[in-house]
C-alpha cells in the first residue's frame, strides 16, 4: 500500500504526517511518498521525513500509484492525478462547506473519509482530530490574548505596589473552553466559566475555576446527546443574557467557545454588553468562523468596540503548526491502523461500523454519507 502525503495549499501551515506517523506506517507494510515541502510549514526538514524511511518527490511523484492520500484540510480533486482508482482521501476535509469539492472527489473514484465527522465514542477518542486541534485552539485564544491585553494575567506585589490578577472568563466549556481555563489559571488569572451542559459544573471547578450557571431555567443535563449542546429555549436564552450581563462587566478577558453542531454559533455577547465592560479589556471568539458568539465579531480579524479588542480566532491550530501536526498526524494513523488488514496490505472498512458511517463522505462514485445526502 502507498501512502501520498500531500503539501497542503496557502494559508495552511499543518502537515498530515510526522516523521513518527511515517515509521508506525512502514512498520504496519506500507509504503510512504512524501511531497516536497509537505512539512515546511510546521518546522519538519524534507530530510527528517527522508530518514524515517519515506520517498521524498514532487507531487505527482507521491499520487502515482497511490492507494491513501492523507491530507490536513483536503485538496481539490484536480490536483490529485494519478493516484490508484479507488484511493482513500483522508484529512479535514470540511463537507458541509466544500460540498462542491466532495462531489468532485466523488467523480474521481476517491473515497473521501472526513476526519471531523468521527463519531464522539471513547473508541474514536485517539482518532478525533476536532479535539486534538481545539486543545491546542483553546491555550492558544489564552496566549493572544495576553499578548494584546496592557496589563499582566497574575497578580504581583512589587516594591512599586500590586498589580491586580486578570479576570477570565471562559463561555462554552467545552475541549476548548477546558483547556483555555487550565491556561489563563496557570497565567495567574482568576477564572470563571459558564456552559449549558450541567456535566461541566464539575469540570470547572476541578480546575480551580468558578462556575456561573443559569440556575432558574432548566439547562442539558448531564453531557447533551453525543456531547454536543443543542439551541437552548427562548427563556433561557434570556436568562444566560441577564447572568452574562451582570458578570461581563466584572471581566478583563473573556474566551468564547461555544458551538451547536449543524447550527450557527449562538450569540451569547451583545454590543451593549460589550460596552460596560473596561476599556482594554479582550475577547477571544474562537466560534468566529461559525458565525461567531460575539456580535460584531469578523473573522480572521481584530476589531475594536469601545476600547474592547475582540479577536475573531481562525483556526488557531494553524499557528501552532508543529504540535497540531503531530496531533493531527497521530489521530489519521490511530484512525487507519485500527482497520488495518495485514493481509490485505492496507485498511478494510467494514459498512456497518459507526466510525466508519460518519467519516465516509464517498464510495464507489457516489456521495454516500447520510448528512450530505439528506440535505
Ligand atoms: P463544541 O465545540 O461542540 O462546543 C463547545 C462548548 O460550547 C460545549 O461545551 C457546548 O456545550 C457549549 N455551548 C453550546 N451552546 C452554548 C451556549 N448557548 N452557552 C454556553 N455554552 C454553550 O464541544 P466540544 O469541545 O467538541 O466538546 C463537547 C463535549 O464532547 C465535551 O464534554 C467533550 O469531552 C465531549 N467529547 C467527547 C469525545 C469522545 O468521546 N470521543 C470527543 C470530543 C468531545
Known amino acids: 500500500m502507498k501512502i501520498a502525503v500531500l503539501k497542503e495549499g496557502a494559508g495552511e501551515t499543518r502537515c498530515a504526517a510526522i516523521p513518527e506517523t511515517v515509521k508506525k506506517f512502514i512498520a504496519l507494510g506500507a509504503e510512504l511518498s512524501v511531497e516536497r515541502g509537505a512539512g515546511d510549514g510546521a518546522s519538519i526538514p524534507d530530510a527528517d521525513f527522508e530518514a524515517a524511511g519515506a520517498k521524498l518527490g514532487s507531487r505527482a511523484d507521491a499520487l502515482k500509484g497511490a492507494g491513501i492520500i492523507l491530507s490536513v484540510s483536503g485538496a481539490d480533486a484536480a490536483t490529485l492525478k494519478g493516484a490508484e482508482k479507488g484511493a482513500l482521501l483522508v484529512g479535514?476535509?470540511?463537507?458541509?462547506?466544500?460540498?462542491?469539492?466532495?462531489?468532485?472527489?466523488?467523480?474521481?473514484?476517491?473515497?473521501?473519509?472526513?476526519?471531523?465527522?468521527?463519531?464522539?465514542?471513547?473508541?474514536?477518542?485517539?482518532?478525533?482530530?476536532?479535539?486534538?486541534?481545539?486543545?491546542?485552539?483553546?491555550?492558544?485564544?489564552?496566549?493572544?490574548?495576553?499578548?494584546?491585553?496592557?496589563?499582566?494575567?497574575?497578580?504581583?506585589?512589587?516594591?512599586?505596589?500590586?498589580?491586580s490578577p486578570a479576570k477570565v472568563f471562559v463561555m462554552g466549556v467545552g475541549v476548548a473552553g477546558l483547556q483555555a481555563i487550565a491556561t489563563a489559571r496557570r497565567l495567574g488569572a482568576q477564572v470563571s466559566a459558564t456552559d449549558v451542559r450541567s456535566a461541566t459544573k464539575e469540570q470547572i471547578q476541578s480546575l480551580g475555576a468558578k462556575p456561573i450557571f443559569v440556575e432558574n431555567v432548566a439547562g442539558i443535563e448531564g453531557e447533551g446527546a453525543g456531547g454536543y449542546a443543542a439551541e437552548m429555549s427562548p427563556e433561557y436564552q434570556k436568562a444566560q443574557a441577564e447572568l452574562v450581563s451582570s458578570h461581563i462587566a466584572k471581566q478583563d478577558i473573556v474566551i468564547t467557545t461555544a458551538l451547536i453542531p449543524g447550527r450557527p454559533a449562538p450569540r451569547l455577547i451583545s454590543k451593549a454588553q460589550i460596552a460596560t465592560m473596561r476599556p482594554g479589556s479582550v475577547i477571544v471568539d474562537l466560534a468566529a468562523e461559525a458565525g461567531g458568539n460575539v456580535e460584531g465579531t469578523v473573522s480572521g480579524q481584530t476589531v475594536e468596540q469601545n476600547g474592547v479588542k475582540i479577536i475573531g480566532a481562525a483556526n488557531l491550530a494553524r499557528s501552532l503548526a508543529a504540535d497540531a501536526s503531530a496531533l493531527f498526524s497521530r489521530n489519521l494513523y490511530n484512525f487507519l491502523s485500527a482497520f488495518w488488514?495485514?493481509?490485505?496490505?492496507?485498511?478494510?472498512f467494514p459498512d456497518d461500523d459507526e466510525i466508519v458511517k460518519g467519516v465516509r463522505l464517498t464510495q464507489g462514485g457516489k456521495v454516500v454519507n447520510e448528512r450530505l445526502t439528506a440535505a
Not at 476526519?115 to 493572544?144: C, F, H
Not at 488488514?341 to 478494510?348: L, W
Open 341 to 348: 488488514d495485514k493481509e490485505k496490505g492496507g485498511p478494510v
Open 92 to 163: 479535514a476535509l470540511d463537507p458541509l462547506r466544500r460540498r462542491d469539492a466532495v462531489e468532485a472527489y466523488a467523480a474521481a473514484g476517491l473515497e473521501a473519509l472526513a476526519m471531523e465527522w468521527m463519531p464522539r465514542i471513547t473508541r474514536a477518542q485517539s482518532m478525533d482530530v476536532l479535539s486534538s486541534q481545539s486543545n491546542l485552539a483553546g491555550y492558544k485564544a489564552v496566549v493572544d490574548a495576553a499578548a494584546v491585553y496592557g496589563r499582566a494575567y497574575p497578580m504581583m506585589m512589587t516594591a512599586a505596589g500590586t498589580v
